[in-house]
């Protein structure tokens, strides 16, 4: 089976410095990567995806992802970070028909 | 531009009271899923439908049933909800299973309170 793990439970940055979300991935053949956020009572975001090609992929609110094909990681990064990232944010892989999730990482951006 | 709809947000039940999630969705997506969701975890599948296909996760208590009666609706029924079915219920779509535009698309979840 397919799988990720977020070895992180928490990360917490100041605004305005680089966000890291880490993610580390196991599967049998070319992985499919995404990552999700949740806000507080509200349901997953999708913010990029990783399914081939370029190894840096953009995602939505200035997001990106670099896939890392030696270290099976695909960390979650942000330039600079503001107090509105502030949320839970899950990275997954598709395992068959299914997302399998990572347990999840909840980011605190302290202004 | 609401793509995923869930009604309601918020929903309370009585104890062994059935109860009825509702979820809609605009894009015209083949495939729906229903998510558990407790506590911050992880969402954990339920089933999920493909176009009219029923398919159940081998896990899922048989209390969780699920019925799409077309493309853009698709219902989770709790027979007889316990205390420990408490959560955040989240509906999803994809296009397909299994091509590479896989991406889901959340609904924004139902909290479900069992008193």
Redesign the interface.
Known sequence: AQSVAQPEDQVNVAEGNPLTVKCTYSVSGNP?L?W?VQYP??????LL?Y?TGDNLVKGSYGFEAEFNKSQTSFHLKKPSALVSDSA?Y?CAV?DD???S????T?VTVRA | DAMVIQNPRYQVTQFGKPVTLSCSQTLNHNVMYWYQQKSSQAPKLLFHYYDKDFNNEADTPDNFQSRRPNTSFCFLDIRSPGLGDAAMYLCATSRERFSDRYEQYFGPGTRLTVT
């Open positions: 499919y995404f999700y009572n509200r349901g997953l975001q999708f995806k399914i839970l899950f598709r028909y299914k997302l999730f990572g347990a999840g909840t």
